[in-house]
């Protein structure tokens, strides 16, 4: 269990630090300026440079993983989604996938009966966990845009009345607060008890879904429970992202704990499996058009090869050939 | 049975009593501390000396998976890593799939290794990290100083010998491609491993002979020219026997219209040889323009198991002979990983294919507009193309002694999308058509297990234990429809899946599709036929009875 709570231990560890450094040693400028501002600064670089030292590198082949009917005789009817043989039906297969998890809904149960005998059933646990996670993260990422803008933009707010329509507590509840947590619980939870996954499962699996959890928690305390300035919140980061300088004024605590959990996920962001955001636009089993028998795909590295021709051939055994009487280019 | 596979009982009796990560055990063990294995049965011979010396391969010499010096070369540790560093930049496939995975376990109990056997080791993601933790070991510069947070790992003598191990337990079948979120192909990276291996002398005798044979005498039997036409004549004989008609195949004839080319084991092996003569009925049938040639007479390629290089080299024979012999297009036969190399590489490493036309079908003028590239095309596309425009005369109830399904072979619908042409076929010429259960069929169908080179008879357990899954899917049809014919469209299946069925499903035979074309097919001036292309008596009599496909 060492790869549960040591990551769990490091994410506490974290969280501790802007608390004691801000209450103890004010030290709210490091944490509420300059350490935002080194976060933004390696995410964006880390991630577009992940981006390009991907992109550099060739596709040499057209290796489409192909889940339908491939377009062939006028009558066959082709699968478009999950054998596209167009860029834009490829694209429509990767966009699938992105907002969707199209691929996690065909997930299947493997069980062995006594038989010995195979049985496969629909599971679609964790296609809804990871759904219900990536799309609470979104519009919790969207919701925030409001500390960011004076008059925050219409779809915002809409946002925002959509996800508190319950009207819970005051100040109105998010229902994504409570599916992120569910959802986060279920994915911390199915890695230790599923014995397959607990064996897949590295430190840096459990890590930043802990640093994100850490992330939730210290936000939603803010917002219901343990009150921080938002005014002073919302000053401070729209300073940020006009490139002020100032210092942040009078904020809770929890507020920097929240800010410092960010930046760290910022960092660690580019050097991570956390990548997967980018990657799936890229991967080639799913963004290619198969088409790779009606249009020619160019592989940047190939080169005429050596192999042995139909004259070595023929050299080696054109006397078995005449005797077979198969036809010969030399006498 | 095979003294190299346990008796089925006893696999049987493992399956249900070992503790698996499948049934839920083993949760508390790493799966770096766990040994590799190696016995009778879960390793194949390694290339030989000679072998290796005709094909240019390093580090000939005399060794086995069970010694304990594997004789590694010299500096083995830098050859892997500057042969990774190089296939990193060439390959984006593997720079992403090794970087990007999230260990989400959806993969992990779709793999047909991983379900036969139980082996974490067999999980595709598991699989991958063999190879991911030594590259996060050497590259990704944080992850460096995060060792053990990231689960990187030295790369030792222990590491090859685990990499031999699970990398041959991979039949790059892809099916694990098909349900990860990210569509990470394991496939790429068991492609690349191999190719490590490779470079310091870690082989495999099975794929690396018939290579050396393809290489020098057109296919991996090593067959020379003059038997190869003898082979396909005694064919002819025994159609001629069966049926009264001659058919005349034709060997490296230049101007013909169409080069056909198949497996070489649908020439040589049991019961490869009877969809053989279903060809050579068709093409008869039809009168079709055609050559065979003994120079190109490997549809297989088994550099696709070994090197890009090899398997570049291994197809260029394709292009340059239909090239010589000026064919208008080329014609197919029934293969799984052949159509993997056609459809997805062939034009990109030894095309552009200019001299060759956009193929049309003689018979019935349909454009292969799907081809237009490559300009080859699927025997089953063709014959289904002749079915609907009501070519062939067909008289499916000469197959009503077969209750048949079909294998989807996993290069051809996983890697390449042939999905409803063969099954349009099969419904055409037998009245008994039945599905195996959804989850293993058509694009999540199960490998028979022994793909990949791998189908060696000293690596009998490992393929009965990677054919489970397939051969489980196929015991439900044979309990609830009483099927008896496994039809496939792919030489190595009809190579691997017999033993296959005699292990687990006895009673079930393997048919090639256009086997049961051949059977079906009503030949003009033929005698009475009372006998299918096996010399098994027909079921004529009992028409009417079988109606239920």
Redesign the interface.
Known sequence: MKKVF??LIMVALLALIPYVAVTYANMSYLFGVIIPYAAAFIFIAGFLW?LF???R?????????????????D???Q?HL??P?TRFGAAVRVLT?VLF?R??F?????E?H?????V?ASSKW?WMG?LAFHWSLLIIGLRHARFFFIEPPAFITAIEHADSFLELTLPAFFMTDAIVLVALTFLVA?RIR????????????F?PLFLIGGIVLAGMGMRYLEKVDILSIKALMMGLVSFSFDAPGEIGALFFVHLFLVSMLAIYFP?S?L??MG??F?????NLP??????????P??KP??????AE??E??RE??K?????VEKD | MSKYAPRKAQLAREFLEKPTPLKGAQADREWWEMPVDFHDGNWCFPGKPETLKEIGFPNPRKWAATDEDWQLPDGWQKIIHDGLKERLKKFRSLKLYLDACVRCGACADKCHFFLGSGDPKNMPVIRAELLRSVYRNDFPMVEKILKGFSGSRKLTAEVIKEWHSYFYQCTECRRCSVFCPLGIDTAEITMVARELLNLIGVNNNWILAPVANCNRTGNHLGIEPHTFVQNIMSLVDDIEELTGITVNPTFNRKGAEILFITPSGDVFGDPGVYTMMGYLLLFHHIGLDYTISTYASEGGNFGLFTTNDMMKKLNAKMYHEAERLKVKWILGGECGHMWRVVHQYMATMNGPADFLEEPVSPITGTKFTNAAATKMVHIAEFTADLIKHGKLKLDPTRNNHLRTTFHDSCNVSRGMGMLEEPRFVLNAVCNSFNEMPENTIREKTFCCGSGSGINAEEFMEMRMRGGFPRANAVRTVKKQHQVNALVTICAIDRATLPPLMRYWNPGVAVYGLHELVGNALVMEGETPRTEDLRENPMAIADEGEDDDA
């Open positions: 040591m990551p992940r030292d991907w992109l590198r060739p596709v040499p082949f057209p290796i489409v993983t192909t889940c339908g009917q491939e377009k062939s005789l009558w066959v009817k699968n999950e054998s043989s996938e998890f691929s996690l065909r997930n299947t149960k493997a062995l006594t038989g010995p005998e195979l496969y964790l990871g199915r599923d014995a397959k996954l607990r064996i897949i499962s590295l430190q840096t699996d890590f050097f499996k990548m997967h990657a799936i890229l991967s080639p089993t799913r198969n088409n790779s028998r009606e249009k020619l795909h160019k592989n590295w190939n090869g050596k192999f042995r021709t139909y051939y023929e080696e055994f078995k050939m005797k077979a009487g198969l036809p």
